[in-house]
């Protein structure tokens, strides 16, 4: 019998769940809200749910089904699948896992859902023939993830890979995490659209941003930016080269230390951009490197888009019942 796993992509908005073989091909899916402010008991029910309606989807056995991964956008303990503090949820120290397994009946594991991305980019996208990469994923914050030897590396309090927390300009803009400085303050989509607004507002710069959201500077999103960059619109691409140079500050400080082999860059704020911004980036990292130390690292675009959730659900899936 061909096993498959199912990968759950749970959001604030949307859970979002696939059966997935073994070569990584999605043979069904499913999409419902999450309806966060319902009671967590409802919210579980639902991705159980969802879970269901991707195996319908499959047209596949159940029994041929042999774990379920899921992504879940929240502090939380890979080991007892624990979900500590997921604030778009309004969830506190959840047993995710045990809840599950007692709706489905089949073995389940959850890991954060900028870890599980990474995985989902080494299994089955742009680093699938390396060992050692770096996932950062900017887009209304920016997050990250570490495989080391084909394997997440969580650390010692298992919250290794808060990229977006590392420092790049001291005493630089508050972040929401209440420190100065960090790399998600000063280059995550949040902070590009606030540097643009008060550069208009306040300081009355011009800018087709104004044209392209009808006056409303809060409906700027990723591709808004995109378009104000295909149309030189000379303040979105003054904030944007101080956005390749502190992210080519964080990058830099991740080659020093780490030497991974690859560097993946993903997220909405990347996918909506070409590939000039991935070599403007490489470019600054290139500044903040030690001298050789990029000769063998790959700075790469990430391949695998909106299904990089529930690819790499499944592939923490199969990793985890590997391991035992």
Avoid at 15 to 36: H, Q, R
Avoid at 249 to 258: A, K, M, R
């Amino acid at each position: 019998m061909n096993t498959n796993v199912v990968g759950v992509d749970m959001g604030g908005t949307k859970i979002l769940s696939a059966v997935v073989d073994g070569e990584g091909k999605i043979l069904g899916t499913a999409k419902i809200p999450t309806n966060a402010k319902s009671n967590t008991s409802i919210v579980i029910d639902r991705i159980a749910d969802c879970i269901r309606k991707a195996i319908d989807d499959a047209h596949v056995d159940k029994k041929s089904i042999e774990a379920i991964g899921i992504g879940a956008p929240a502090v939380l303990d890979p080991d007892t699948g624990v979900v500590i503090f997921a604030p778009n949820l309004g969830w506190k120290s959840v047993p995710l896992k045990s809840e599950l397994e007692a709706r489905i009946n089949m073995p389940t594991f959850v890991d954060n859902d900028v870890n599980v991305g990474t995985l989902g980019e080494h299994a089955f996208g742009a680093g699938q023939n390396v060992e050692n990469l770096v996932g950062i994923f900017v887009g209304t914050g920016i997050g990250g993830g570490i495989v080391l030897n084909g394997q997440l590396f969580h650390g010692a309090s298992k919250t290794a890979g808060e990229i977006g927390h590392i420092i790049v300009k001291a005493d630089g803009p508050k972040c929401g995490c209440g420190r100065r400085g960090c790399l998600e303050a000063l280059a995550s989509r949040t902070a590009i659209t606030k540097q643009l607004q008060k550069a208009i507002q306040k300081k009355g710069k011009k800018s087709i941003l104004t044209e392209l959201t009808n006056g409303d500077l809060e409906l700027i999103r990723s591709g808004t930016l995109a378009k104000a960059l295909r149309s030189k619109d000379k303040l979105t691409i003054k904030v944007f080269k101080d956005i390749t140079k502190y992210l080519g500050v964080g990058i830099g400080s991740i080659v020093n230390f780490l030497n991974p082999e690859m560097i993946v860059l993903g997220g909405g704020v990347v996918e909506a951009l070409d590939e000039t911004f991935i070599k403007n980036i490489r470019k600054a990292a290139k500044k903040y490197a030690l001298p050789d130390t990029l000769k063998n690292v790959q700075i790469v675009a990430a391949q695998l888009g909106d299904n990089a959730g529930v690819l790499g659900a499944a592939a923490l899936a199969r990793q985890r019942l590997a391991a035992g």
